[in-house]
């Protein structure tokens, strides 16, 4: 067996998750996100807006 024989450990200290394009402004729940802030729901002037679910505000 030489060295070049031997397999290398992948070199890459991120997941296959975190550098896929289910992050940042690519991912299902921006695009959640960015819905609801153009079209939020209200349950009397617009009860087909869309709801804010998953998200943590402080106000």
Same mark, same amino acid.
């Given at each position: 067996?030489?060295?070049?024989?031997?397999? &290398?450990?992948?070199?890459?200290?991120?997941?296959?998750? #975190?550098?896929?394009?289910?992050? =940042?402004?690519?991912?299902?729940?921006?695009? $959640?996100? $960015? #819905?609801?802030?153009?079209?939020?729901?209200?349950?009397?002037?617009?009860?087909? =807006?869309?709801? &804010?679910? =998953?998200? #943590?505000?402080? $106000?």
């Amino acid at each position: 067996m030489t060295v070049l024989d031997i397999e &290398q450990p992948n070199s890459d200290p991120l997941s296959k998750v #975190a550098i896929s394009n289910t992050q =940042g402004e690519d991912s299902p729940h921006f695009a $959640k996100w $960015k #819905a609801h802030k153009e079209n939020p729901y209200d349950e009397f002037n617009n009860p087909s =807006g869309v709801t &804010q679910t =998953g998200l #943590a505000e402080i $106000k």
